[in-house]
């Protein structure tokens, strides 16, 4: 990881933070920059139904669609906090999965019912992982 001058952050004893975070919080981290990299691809698809749209619904789909993209947004600066250990990013993290698991819980009710099982094992394992003993210490939280 590198700082804003470039230079890569570095532990206390002089090693890379990434080297140094547990594979608990390494994971959250990356599974959360995958559910950003889902997000902004259901937001693309979003727009493309924007186009289609009859013009009666043209108002909330555009409000759906800002919305996904505001999602994106979020989840990458939430994910890139916790990558950088910033214990503030713990609780937004453990937010996000909340949100995640309600929506596939949506999802087992309205269908796709695989996807629905899919977000909400992904939300409790991130969600998970992001409050484990190891990513705890990581983020300096004792």
Same mark, same amino acid.
């Given at each position: %990881? ?20 547990? =594979? ?5 981290? &990356?599974? %959360?920059?995958?559910?950003?990299? $889902? ?11 924007? *186009? /289609? ?28 906090? =916790? ?15 909340? %949100?995640?698991?309600?929506? $596939?819980? *949506? ?6 019912? &695989? $996807?629905?099982?899919?977000? %909400? ?8 992982? /992001? ?7 990581? =983020?300096?939280?004792?």
């Amino acid at each position: %990881m590198t700082g804003a001058n470039g230079a890569r952050a570095t532990g206390a004893n002089g090693q890379n933070d990434h080297e140094n975070s547990p =594979l608990t919080l390494v994971a959250a981290v &990356w599974l %959360m920059f995958a559910e950003a990299v $889902g997000l902004a691809v259901l937001t693309a698809y979003l727009i493309v139904l924007d *186009f /289609t749209a009859d013009a009666a619904s043209v108002p909330l789909a555009i409000a759906l669609t800002v919305s996904a993209a505001i999602g994106v947004a979020f989840v990458y600066i939430v994910a890139r906090a =916790l990558a950088r250990r910033r214990l503030g990013a713990r609780g937004p993290a453990v937010l996000i999965q909340l %949100m995640v698991i309600a929506s $596939g819980g *949506f999802l087992l009710q309205t269908g796709p019912v &695989w $996807g629905g099982i899919v977000l %909400m094992l992904l939300g409790a394992l991130v969600g998970l992982l /992001t409050v484990l003993p190891p990513s705890t210490r990581a =983020l300096g939280a004792h």
